[in-house]
Structures are given as structure tokens and as C-alpha cells.
């Protein structure tokens, strides 16, 4: 079991959740019934580069099958993120008809739909299937496969397509082979090209103990010093960086050719490599003490449900998405005793159930029929935005509990 960039042997471990079954992978009613796959969930730190990761490589097909139903367009704070982001770069970087913007992992077109509204040419790859075909529907040409440095010759620059622009969300830490995905990256772009990578923040994660970001999709946890190793490997250069709030916490890397001298270098990548230094995160032992945080959480679940339980009280989740999943599988909530049902506002979740719980997903016309006294956020980075949609629970004493990073009933 090597790294999945450096390739030196991993040994030591980061957290340990035993076991899940695929996060997105929701049950229809007749499955219920059927056997279920989990696959170990063991995270490991490379004690050489710290790149921390899944140490199994599961097949990605098995993983994307074409029933993924996550699509980013039912998100209305995710579409008005992209909206910004489009503006900004159009803005910054005078992206124009002449240009080609190349997203990777580029969904249901949510993205770079706001790219083509300023004219700029937009080619989508995503391995989805049924994501992919809305995306084609509403006019954003979309290549149904994995990105890696192959697909980057074959696909693209055999066929005189280079980027101006190659951008991708959580998508880096999504790939198996980290290094020949960026290698691909290198081979699709222009030499005065722009790079730009969204992806959760691993200082965020460790600070904030947020370890329902961990599934099996997510196969790297990134820091920017790994990040930045990873792409000046292939001859990348960062040449600026953002954080932002989205996921919990996420960095927005810029990256370019490293003989690219058209672009300062902004003293915003020198000032984040400082405090991810200071906050420890150059050393071995910043990774850790990681493992009995996380148990804390579970003792934490455990002691609100029971609580509420004994009390009489009735409580449901918001949001049927990966991070509940990882939450109620590694903690063991399963059937509806405890949490009587989810809802989430896609209906390609509705009347479906999550994976290994049995928690049935309705619609959110279900909150105020059913009247909770509780509705646990599971996608806790959404709080604000989902306690503002669904505040009339107030009208009958209802109250919103988050766990991460700690308990809070508010
Ligand atoms: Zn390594």
C-alpha cells in the first residue's frame, strides 16, 4: 500500500471509520431487501509528503455508476458560488469568445453555464452519464469520461482543443491518480493558461473535526503545501490562493505553466504556506490525535438521540448527502427509532433511502406534516442557509441541532 503520490509505504494512520457502503449510493424500495457492499474506510497521512488518503483503490466506475444522483444545480447557494466565480474570472482574466474554458467534473452544466452567458466556449468532461445528458440539454458540450492525462492527449489536444482556462470543484481530491490527473492538466493547457481547483481545505477538516467529509469518493485530503508539491511534480506553479466558506472550508488554488511569467505570483501562497507551517501541518504528529475527536463526536450523537428519545421528542435530518451518510454509518444509527426519517429537496432522493441506515428520504412538505421537535442539519456547512428556508419549524417549538464540530441545538 504506497502513496498515491510519492509512492512511499503508508503506515500511519489518520482516522479509522471501519467500514461504509458507497455514500451516494441511495436505495430504491425493492433493494432494501437485498445485500449491501461496505468498503473499509481507513484514512492514512504519507509520512513523507503528507498527503493524507483512502489507502484502498477502489474501481472509479463502481464508484460513478451511472445512478449518481447528485446534481449540483439543486443547490441554489452552489449555483450563485459558480455564478460568482464565472464573473470574477471573466473579469479578471478578460476570458472572451476567442477563449475555451474546460471543466472537469462538470456536472449538470451548473458552472460554466455562466461562462457561456459571456459567449466564452465551455466543454464539460464528467464520467456521469445522467448528469452529463441535462448538461447537454441545456447547450453545454459535455464529454462523458475521466479526465487524466490520456483523455488530455487523445481527447483534447490531438483534436486542437487547449484551455485557456481548465477548472474543476471538488474534483482533485476525487481522483485516484492524483498525479496524472494534474499531469493531464498540464498536457490541456494554453502556455498563458489559468488553472483554478476548488477542494476542502484539510486544515479545516483537522481544526473543525470535520470527518463526515470523509468518503470513499474523496480519496485525497489536501493541504495547500501537498497540493502545491503535487503540481510543481508536473510543472505547475500556484500563483494564488483563496479560501473560502463553501464545504466547511475550501482553498481555491490558481496554478500555470511554471515558465509562465505573464502572472505575478500573489503573497497570498507564501502567506497561507506561513500558517499551515504554523498550525503544525509540516510535521507528523499535526495528524495524529485525529482518531479520538472523531469518537467524541460519536459519544456526542448517541447521547442526543437517546436524550430525545427518552424524552418523547421526534427528530429527523435535512439533506440525504455523503456527509450524513458517513456521520450515521460511522456512529451506527440505523431504522427509524431514533431518526424517523430525512428529507432532502432533489427528487432524485425522494422516496428512496439512505445506504445502510434505511432512513427513508421524503420531500420537505414532510416537515411541517410531520411538525419535529428536532431537524438535525446534516450537511452542517449549510446551517445558516437551511435554518433561514426552513425557520417556520419555530412555529411549533422545533429547534436545529448540528454535530460538527460539536454539538449545537439552536
Ligand atoms: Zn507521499
Known amino acids: 500500500m504506497k502513496c498515491r503520490h510519492c509512492k512511499t509505504e503508508l503506515n500511519q494512520v489518520f482516522v479509522d471509520l471501519i467500514n461504509c457502503p458507497p455514500s451516494n449510493d441511495m436505495l430504491k424500495p425493492e433493494q432494501l431487501n437485498e445485500p449491501e457492499t461496505f468498503f473499509p474506510l481507513k484514512i492514512f497521512t504519507c509520512h513523507n509528503c503528507l498527503l493524507v488518503q483512502v489507502d484502498e483503490m477502489r474501481k472509479a466506475d463502481s464508484i460513478f455508476n451511472s445512478e449518481y444522483t447528485y446534481f449540483s444545480s439543486f443547490s441554489t447557494s452552489w449555483l450563485a458560488h459558480a455564478k460568482r466565480y ?65 483523455f488530455a492527449r487523445t481527447r483534447l489536444v490531438d483534436k486542437n482543443i487547449k484551455a485557456d482556462l481548465i477548472l474543476g470543484n471538488n474534483v482533485l481530491a476525487h481522483v485516484p491518480d492524483i498525479n496524472d490527473f494534474v499531469q493531464g492538466v498540464k498536457i490541456a493547457l494554453k502556455k498563458t493558461g489559468v488553472v483554478t481547483f476548488e477542494f476542502p481545505h484539510l486544515m479545516r477538516l483537522v481544526e473543525e473535526c470535520q470527518f463526515d467529509t470523509i468518503y470513499h469518493e474523496h480519496f485525497s485530503y489536501l493541504s495547500f ?29 490558481f496554478a500555470k505553466h511554471k515558465d509562465d511569467i505573464t502572472k505575478p505570483i500573489s503573497p497570498n501562497v507564501a502567506g497561507l504556506l506561513q500558517r499551515e507551517e504554523a498550525a503544525g501541518m509540516k510535521k507528523p504528529e499535526y495528524y495524529n490525535n485525529f482518531q479520538p475527536r472523531v469518537e467524541n463526536i460519536k459519544y456526542a450523537v448517541w447521547e442526543f438521540l437517546i436524550k430525545a428519545q427518552r424524552e418523547g421528542k421526534t427528530v429527523i435530518g435535512y439533506g440525504a448527502a455523503a456527509k450524513g451518510n458517513t456521520l450515521l454509518n460511522y456512529c451506527g444509527v440505523k431504522g427509524t427509532d431514533l431518526i424517523r426519517f430525512a428529507v432532502d429537496a432533489s427528487p432524485y432522493k425522494q422516496n428512496k433511502y439512505l445506504p445502510a ?3 427513508p428520504v421524503k420531500d420537505l412538505n414532510s416537515i411541517a406534516e410531520f411538525k419535529p421537535d428536532y431537524v438535525i442539519i ?24 448540528t454535530f460538527i464540530p460539536e454539538l449545537s441545538v439552536f
Open 357 to 359: 441506515s434505511h432512513i
Open 86 to 150: 464565472a464573473d470574477m474570472m471573466v473579469e479578471r482574466f478578460g476570458f472572451n469568445e476567442k477563449s475555451q474554458v474546460i471543466e472537469i467534473a462538470s456536472n449538470d452544466g451548473y458552472l460554466l453555464q455562466y461562462f457561456a452567458a459571456h459567449n466564452v466556449p465551455v466543454l464539460g468532461v464528467d464520467p456521469t452519464a445522467n448528469t452529463a445528458a441535462v448538461a447537454i440539454s441545456k447547450g453545454i458540450p459535455t464529454i462523458i469520461d475521466f479526465f487524466g492525462a490520456d
Open 225 to 253: 503545501i501537498t497540493v502545491k508539491r503535487i503540481f510543481e511534480s508536473q510543472g505547475l506553479e500556484m500563483f494564488d490562493v483563496e479560501e473560502l466558506p463553501t464545504h466547511g472550508g475550501s482553498l481555491r488554488i
Open 378 to 401: 446534516l450537511p452542517w456547512n449549510l446551517k445558516k442557509e437551511i435554518g433561514e428556508q426552513l425557520n417556520y419549524i419555530r412555529d411549533w417549538g422545533g429547534k436545529f441541532v
